[in-house]
Every structure is written in C-alpha cells, then in structure tokens.
C-alpha cells in the first residue's frame, strides 16, 4: 500500500510522500469522510510543519473550515474532535516511527478512526486520479486555550492526590508527552522533556529495548518506585517497575480496568462490564480481568478495530500489548497519558499497603511464561503462516479454541499461540505463552524454525 496503511497513512518523508501528495489527500479527504468543520494537529517532527500547511491547504480547497490546534499529542485530537464537534480530524504524526517518517492519522465526527477499509482506501483512489495537488496560502484558526481545557479534564479524571508518595521517573522521549509532563505529573523527574524532533536521546518507541535503558537506569540508580515511558505522540505509555524491569503492557490492562472501574463508581457498579483485549494478550491478563468481575472481550490488533468495537460492545475501556489503553470516558479513544495516571492510581495505592510495583504485577505477569511479541522478515508470509500452523497441529497438545479475527490464535491446555502478518510493519509477527518456561522455550524453537523455513 506504501503510504496508505491498514490504520493511517505513515512513510518516510520526501521518499513514501510529499507535500504535493498531501495536499491532494486534504482535498479528497472532506469528500471522502464527509462535513465541513475541520481539525488538524501536529507533532514536533522536523518535517510537519510543511506537511501541515499543505494538509490545511488541501482541506480548505474542498471547502472545509479547518481548526488547528498546533503542536499536540494524537490523544488530544481525538479529544477535541469529539468535544467540540468537529466533521473530521487529522493528526499529522509518524507516532514511534524514526525521526525520517511522517504520517497522518484521520478521524470522523465522535473521533472514530478511519481506516484503509472505511474510507482511506477511496482516498488513496481519488488522489491516484488527481492531476495537481492544490494551490497554497490556506490558514487555519488556532484554539489557544486548548491546552489549558485539555489539562483541566485530565485533572478532574484522576485524582493526583495519591501521587504525592510516589517517587518516579517520567520520559517524554522528546516527543509531544513534553507538552502536559509538569502539568499532570506532578513531583516525577522528567526525562528528556524537551520538544525535538530528531529524537536525540533514543527512539521514540518504547517497545525497543534501546529506548528504555535511559529510564530503567534511572529508576535503578535513585531508587524509584517505577518509570513511566510515552512514545512520540503520547498515545502510548510503558512502564518499568522499581527494578527497572519492563512491564509487558497487556498485563497492565486488569490495572487500567481496576482503576478505571474506581473512578466509574466502584467494582460493583462495574462488575459484568466488558474490556476489551487484543488477540496477543496474555491469559493471565484475560484471567484476572475475570476475577476481578469484569468480562473480556478479544478483538484485532490496532486503534481502527479497538475504538468501533468498545462502542459497539459498551466496554468500560481496554487494552493492547503495544501499549495504547482506551476508554469509553475518552470518546471511546487511547490515551497514554490518563492510562498513565489511571496506573499511577493503583501504583500509589500498593504502595500505601506495602507492595511495589512490581508485586503488583506478580499475581498476573507470574502465571504464565510469555515470549512477548517476536517479529520475522520473511518473502511469504502465507506459506510461513502455514507451515506454523502445520507444525503447532503435528507437535502440540490439542487445540481447546481458535479464533481467526486477526491472524490465528489457538488455545490448548497448557498454553496458547497467535501468529499474524503485521499491518503496519514488513514482519509476520508471533506471540506464544505457556504454562512453563521450558515449555515457551520448546514451541518458539518450533515456531521459529518451521517460520524461517
């Protein structure tokens, strides 16, 4: 698809993309998606400022009126697209992608995602037809007092109260989470704070190893309860615990829940309320969500598919193993930043009865031994997809489910497996989780060699 994705449009800049071609995407997009009232936002990326003129441009030549809210993180778009009533949004970001990318993520009315299968697809066919992309000197109005509105609710969503004993680590990954740090996270010591969009001090996603040595040494070196990581737009968030050991996200969801579940009047009020998951999380996490009276929920792999299917299913909020949280109290959409504090809730309050971050996480990250997700370069994904799946029916247990929304995840009794073509990214991508250490370690060397051919 190149530019287009299954979620958003992201490639790298003056290669994938140009301005040209996005001016073209503004024009189509009103026409497409529909309305008048338009929204743009931009992240810190060397090359966004251009991107966005050309995006306003492209909006305003089919006639939209279009609002800026400038430099942003991606969650305060989908917030305002919601709260103030806007026709569509666009959110110009690469998200955790290296400083050389760019992209835009698009929104309609409510801030539902639009995706290639609902609507960019027809974008990608208009401006493939178009001749010239449209003429510049388009503007935009700002909306000062954003900012201010957006701390404000976040304030009154989470009671920081609890935070006062808390001593903890805060990286912004010199990306857009800079722009609410001091304000919503009071008393953390803030790690590279500073807008940059060349990314100086690591990368901005914190699924890479790399990118958490920083902060885990931190965490480590002053003795801090746990550290909090945001990726480049700050629609995710990531923690490390007191040891500055990773936490894998999806076992942070039962927490999310928890906290949630709090501030929505308490477990009783919830209990029977859905949660949603993706098809890579842990049973452990599906097994706590249980026990503490909610009811899970498994849909695919990404934003585009989460936010329609906790609206449609009425969930309290969810989760991901990359580490977007969403919730039905944010217009249904992912926040780094409330997951973040909703954690920090829960975190305060073990700390209060004596445990650590990290007992607090024992009783659901322990149950199980799991590889996390392992990403594989191959030609042919489908005959790899197969011979997995041949492998897994000759050498495992016996199959307990199966379920096929996105890729195959099989459940037998000692453990479970999900392999998957990714969406964004050229890999075929595995999960394995089993009953044992030993155990993950025999089904990953069968996956590996029956994937690698």
Known sequence: MGFFKAYDMRGRYGVDFDEALVGKIGAALPKVVGGKKWLVGRDTRVSSPSVRDALVCGLASSGAEVADLGLCTT???????????????????????????????????????????????????????EGSAPAGGATAENMPDALSRYVEWHRKAVDDSLFAGLRYAVDCSNGMASLLARDLFPGALLLNDSLDGTFPSHSPNPLKAEAREQIAAEVRKTGLDFGVIFDGDADRCMFVDERGEFVQPDYLIPIVARATARAAGGKAACR?????????????????????????????VGHAFAKPALRRLGALCGGELAGHYYFSEFFGCDSGVLAARRIMEEAARAKMSGSTFSGMMSPIAERYANSGELNFRVENKEAAIDRALAAAKMLLPAETSRTDIDGVRIDCACGWFNIRKSNTEPYLRLVAECDTAARLAEWTGLFRSAIEG
């Open 75 to 129: 969650p305060m778009v989908y917030f305002f697209t919601a709260e103030d009533g806007f026709d569509g949004s666009v959110m110009v970001t690469a998200s955790h992608n290296p400083p050389s990318d760019n992209g835009l993520k698009v929104s309609k009315k409510t801030a539902l995602p639009v995706g290639y299968a609902d609507g960019l697809d027809k974008v990608e066919r208009m401006v493939a037809a």
């Open 272 to 300: 029977g309320r859905k949660v949603i998951h993706d098809v890579r999380t842990s049973r452990g996490a599906i097994e706590a969500l249980r026990e503490d009276g909610f009811e899970p929920v498994m849909v695919p």
